[in-house]
C-alpha cells in the first residue's frame, strides 16, 4: 500500500473518468479537484415515496420551482441544437423556520418538481409533522423533490465529506477505536465514489440511498469522535488496478471471513 495523489487536471471530472486519476493497487487521494457532492435519495420506511411532505430549514431558504427539469442546475438538454437551455423557474422565498407542505404547493402550482436550497451554507433543512415540529436531525445541502404517480421522492444533495459524517455513527459505534474509526471512514468513502457510477436510482437523479441497501445515512446524529475520523481521512480511497474497489463491509462478524475462493 502506497499514498498517491490524483493526477492534475481533472475538476469536474464525471464518477467514471476519476480511476484516472489513480495509480494501480493503493490507498489513493482524491484531490480537491474531484471532490464532489453524493446524491442520496431518502427513503420513507421501506418505500421510496411520501404521500405528503412537510419540510422547513433552521435558516431563510429559496424554494425553485419548476414544471420540468433535469436534476443538474434545472438545465435540459436540447438533443436537435446539443445546447443548454434554461426553463423558466419561479423562486419563493422562505422566512426562517416557514413550514412548506411540498404536495399541497406543488398540486397548487401545478408542478412535478422543486429544489429546497438554505440561504446558508450552514442552513440544515427538517423534515417535520403537520403542525411544524421537527422530527430528527436536520440535512445539509438542498432537496430535490420530484412528484411521481407513486407519490413524492426526495433527494439529498450533499458534500460527500459531510455525508460521510452522518454514515460513520449510524454504521459504526463511536465507542470502537480511533483507527477503526478510520478504516471505516476510508471504506464508506470508496464504496460512496464507487456508487457514484450507479444507475438504480439513476431516473431520480440520485446516486444511492440512506438505507442498508447502500450505506446507512442520517440514522444517528454527528459525534466528535466520528467527524474527526473522517476529516484525517479526507479524501482517501481504496483502489485496485486504477481503480476503486467494491468495498462491502458488514454489521456482524464472528472473527473470520470466508475466502473468495470456490
Known amino acids: 500500500i502506497r499514498m498517491t495523489n490524483a493526477k492534475e487536471g481533472t475538476k469536474n471530472a464525471p464518477a467514471e473518468k476519476i480511476s484516472d486519476a489513480f495509480k494501480e493497487d493503493s490507498l489513493s487521494e482524491i484531490s480537491a479537484e474531484v471532490e464532489k457532492n453524493i446524491r442520496v435519495l431518502l427513503k420513507n420506511g421501506d418505500?421510496?415515496?411520501?404521500?405528503?411532505?412537510?419540510?422547513?430549514?433552521?435558516?431563510?431558504?429559496?424554494?425553485?420551482?419548476?414544471?420540468?427539469?433535469?436534476?443538474?442546475?434545472?438545465?435540459?438538454?436540447?438533443?436537435?441544437?446539443?445546447?443548454?437551455?434554461?426553463?423558466?423557474?419561479?423562486?419563493?422565498?422562505?422566512?426562517?423556520?416557514?413550514?412548506?407542505?411540498?404536495?399541497?404547493?406543488?398540486?397548487?402550482a401545478k408542478i412535478q418538481k422543486v429544489l429546497l436550497t438554505p440561504s446558508d451554507k450552514n442552513g440544515l433543512i427538517y423534515f417535520c409533522d403537520k403542525d411544524g415540529n421537527q422530527k430528527g436531525e436536520g440535512y445539509s445541502g438542498c432537496f430535490y423533490i420530484e412528484k411521481t404517480k407513486e407519490g413524492l421522492v426526495v433527494v439529498n444533495e450533499v458534500l460527500i465529506e459531510t455525508y460521510l459524517k452522518y454514515v460513520l455513527p449510524s454504521e459504526m459505534p463511536t465507542y470502537f477505536s480511533k483507527e477503526a474509526l478510520m478504516a471505516q471512514a476510508v471504506c464508506a468513502r470508496t464504496f460512496a465514489y464507487r456508487q457514484m457510477k450507479g444507475k438504480e436510482y439513476a431516473a431520480f437523479g440520485?446516486?444511492?440511498?440512506?438505507?442498508?441497501?447502500?450505506?446507512?445515512?442520517?440514522?444517528?446524529?454527528?459525534?466528535?469522535?466520528?467527524?474527526k475520523a473522517v476529516e484525517e481521512t479526507k479524501g482517501l480511497v481504496l483502489t485496485y488496478g486504477k481503480e476503486l474497489i467494491t468495498c462491502y463491509y458488514y454489521s456482524t462478524s464472528c472473527g473470520y471471513s470466508q475466502s473468495m475462493e470456490v
Open 47 to 108: 418505500s421510496i415515496y411520501y404521500d405528503c411532505l412537510y419540510l422547513c430549514c433552521d435558516t431563510s431558504a429559496v424554494l425553485e420551482e419548476q414544471t420540468d427539469f433535469k436534476s443538474e442546475s434545472f438545465k435540459q438538454k436540447e438533443t436537435e441544437t446539443g445546447t443548454l437551455t434554461q426553463k423558466k423557474i419561479r423562486y419563493r422565498n422562505l422566512k426562517k423556520k416557514e413550514l412548506v407542505n411540498i404536495k399541497a404547493r406543488m398540486e397548487e
Open 206 to 227: 440520485a446516486d444511492l440511498d440512506d438505507s442498508t441497501s447502500f450505506q446507512v445515512y442520517h440514522k444517528r446524529p454527528r459525534f466528535e469522535v466520528t467527524d
